[in-house]
């Protein structure tokens, strides 16, 4: 399971191809940094979380487990992120998560009273995977500045599950896991709304998605690769003109230290 190699083991790409075939559905908890994702984290593993640190790392995620229908779920307490194209090292480790860890279900956790700013991240998780849902957090924030949110409205727009909490009280939290399960099973398949991009930028995507798929089996996220290229990212086009893009991800996956800048 992630995290669990030591640093000095051969890592290729052969993990990446095993991680759909895992027993233990994941689940990825990320968001905004301090909107709540570690209390969320607590309440749903019972305080029993472990919180696995690499050497030399000042962050890292928190792996634990819960049980739901009794079904067993491996939660994933990512360091908050700003932005899938953020290139700071703590960052780092949530972005190749959510990117290349194709958790089972990725809860977006955001701060009720700065939701607009908080949708960036958003969209861009949107962008990456269906399997999707929107914890709008502090919600008694929120309430208490006057905020209102239309959940429906945001529903219908985004095309993923919204639920409100609070994270301190419980509030939402039965809700959340009711959510979290039936996206993980499939029961629910969220559409998320897709950014669209410019039709040259659009059609170079295209081109690019299939050569990035055949070129390294197994690979997720092709389309944010192709962007990358398109950017001019020299990790990234070093990485795929040598063939390691796969060892890489896997490298960043594994040791919450993410090479992708
Ligand atoms: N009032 C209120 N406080 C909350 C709620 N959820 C979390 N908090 C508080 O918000 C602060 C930040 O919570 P964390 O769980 O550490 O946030 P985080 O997203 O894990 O933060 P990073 O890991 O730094 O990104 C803590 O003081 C929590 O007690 C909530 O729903 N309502
Ligand atoms: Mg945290």
Same mark, same amino acid.
């Given at each position: 399971?992630?995290?669990?190699?030591?640093?000095?083991?051969?890592?290729?790409?052969?993990?990446?191809?095993?991680?759909?075939?895992?027993?233990?559905?994941?689940?990825?908890?990320?968001?905004?940094?301090?909107?709540?994702?570690?209390?969320?984290?607590?309440?749903? %593993?019972?305080?029993?979380?472990?919180?696995?640190?690499?050497?030399?790392?000042?962050?890292?995620?928190?792996?634990?487990?819960?049980?739901?229908?009794?079904?067993?779920?491996?939660?994933?307490?990512?360091?908050?992120?700003?932005?899938?194209?953020?290139?700071?090292?703590?960052?780092?480790? /949530?972005?190749?998560?959510?990117?290349?860890?194709?958790?089972?279900?990725?809860?977006?956790?955001?701060?009720?009273?700065?939701?607009?700013?908080?949708?960036?991240?958003?969209?861009?998780?949107?962008?990456?995977? $269906?399997?999707?849902?929107?914890?709008? $957090?502090?919600?008694?924030?929120?309430?208490?500045?006057?905020?209102?949110?239309?959940?429906?409205?945001?529903?219908?727009?985004?095309?993923?599950?919204?639920?409100? %909490? $609070?994270?301190?009280?419980?509030?939402?939290?039965?809700?959340?896991?009711?959510?979290?399960?039936?996206?993980?099973?499939?029961?629910?398949?969220?559409?998320?709304?897709?950014?669209?991009?410019?039709?040259?930028?659009?059609?170079?995507?295209?081109?690019?998605?299939?050569?990035?798929?055949?070129?390294?089996?197994?690979?997720?996220?092709?389309?944010?690769?192709?962007?990358?290229?398109?950017?001019?990212?020299?990790?990234?086009? /070093?990485?795929?003109?040598?063939?390691?893009?796969?060892?890489?991800?896997?490298?960043?996956?594994?040791?919450?230290?993410?090479?992708?800048?």
């Amino acid at each position: 399971m992630f995290g669990r190699k030591t640093k000095n083991q051969n890592l290729n790409f052969v993990q990446i191809e095993i991680l759909p075939s895992r027993k233990t559905k994941v689940v990825a908890l990320a968001g905004n940094p301090n909107t709540g994702k570690s209390t969320i984290f607590n309440r749903l %593993t019972g305080l029993k979380q472990h919180t696995g640190n690499w050497p030399g790392k000042t962050v890292s995620r928190a792996e634990g487990e819960f049980i739901l229908n009794d079904e067993k779920f491996l939660l994933i307490d990512l360091p908050g992120t700003y932005s899938l194209l953020s290139t700071s090292e703590d960052e780092e480790i /949530a972005r190749d998560f959510i990117l290349f860890g194709n958790p089972d279900a990725t809860v977006i956790v955001c701060d009720a009273s700065a939701l607009e700013r908080n949708l960036n991240l958003a969209f861009q998780i949107m962008q990456i995977t $269906n399997r999707c849902l929107l914890c709008i $957090n502090l919600i008694d924030e929120a309430k208490r500045k006057g905020i209102e949110i239309d959940k429906d409205v945001l529903e219908k727009e985004l095309g993923i599950p919204v639920i409100f %909490t $609070n994270a301190r009280s419980g509030e939402g939290i039965d809700e959340l896991k009711e959510k979290i399960y039936a996206i993980a099973n499939r029961i629910i398949k969220p559409n998320p709304r897709k950014i669209h991009l410019r039709k040259e930028i659009q059609e170079k995507v295209d081109k690019l998605k299939p050569l990035i798929e055949k070129a390294f089996p197994g690979i997720y996220s092709s389309e944010w690769i192709a962007l990358r290229l398109l950017e001019g990212d020299k990790k990234i086009r /070093a990485a795929v003109e040598n063939g390691n893009l796969l060892e890489m991800i896997n490298k960043g996956l594994e040791n919450g230290n993410g090479e992708l800048k």
